[in-house]
């Protein structure tokens, strides 16, 4: 079981199963949302989570016709995206976790549309768009 929460603490959720793989997205809209140069999230089974306090503080922004991106309402942190393509899985904010992960990164995703100052260092797969 994994567990995590938001900045503020007013979030916390778990993960019954283990994580999936760790993917960096390094599109636009991923960049306009975390304020830096990728988000980093994994994905798992919607069935496998929970949040475990602070339901009334996660609002979910709609990114119009593609997914919902949910954050904690009082300190602004990401938790997770739910995708309209994929309705059994969800992309879980690595950042957020609590739990030790010692899983490394598996794949950049979006690549083409990385950020012109962001040097991928690492030895990773990377991706135009989506594998
Ligand atoms: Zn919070
Ligand atoms: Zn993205």
């Not at 602070?54 to 997914?67: A, T």
């Not at 919902?68 to 995708?83: E, I, M, N, P, V």
Request: proline fraction near 3%; aromatic fraction near 8%; hydrophobic fraction near 30%.
């Amino acid at each position: 079981m994994n567990q995590g929460s938001c900045l503020c603490g007013g979030v916390t959720y778990q993960i019954q199963d283990e994580i999936g793989p760790i993917i960096y997205c390094h599109c636009q809209r991923c960049r306009k949302s975390s304020g830096s140069a990728f988000v980093t999230s994994t994905e798992i089974l919607r069935s496998q989570f929970a949040v475990t306090a602070g339901h009334d503080l996660v609002q979910v922004y709609r990114v119009e016709g593609s997914l919902d991106r949910a954050f904690c309402q009082k300190c602004g942190s990401q938790l997770y995206s739910l995708r309209d393509a994929t309705p059994k899985t969800m992309r879980v904010r690595m950042g957020t976790l609590d739990t030790v992960i010692t899983k490394k990164v598996s794949s950049h995703i979006f690549v083409g549309s990385k950020a012109s100052w962001d040097d991928i260092l690492d030895s990773a797969p990377q991706y135009l768009e989506r594998p």
